[in-house]
């Protein structure tokens, strides 16, 4: 059970390191990239560990990545309205 959460926390220091250099885009390809490393380490810390802490690491990552989150968000509520 420790390796998954090792992991996650091994993928949120990633994240801050790669949010510290600066970026021409808005860190948003590094954004992707955090995104396409972090969703297979969610499905495996939720397998492994039990869906509470799969969605307290869903929570973290969610954190860190709020921007994507929100424009997520705001999507799918323009896309609901119409």
Request: glycine share 6%; charged share 10%.
């Amino acid at each position: 059970m420790t390796a998954p959460l090792v992991a996650i926390a091994l993928w949120v220091v990633l994240a801050f390191v790669i949010a510290a250099f600066p970026s021409s885009d808005n860190h948003w390809r590094r954004a992707y990239v955090l995104i396409a490393i972090g969703l297979p380490l969610l499905v495996w810390v939720t397998w492994q560990a039990g869906p509470w802490v799969g969605a307290l690491a869903l929570v973290v990552g969610g954190s860190v990545l709020r921007w994507p989150v929100i424009y997520l968000w705001r999507w799918m509520r323009r896309a609901w309205v119409r």
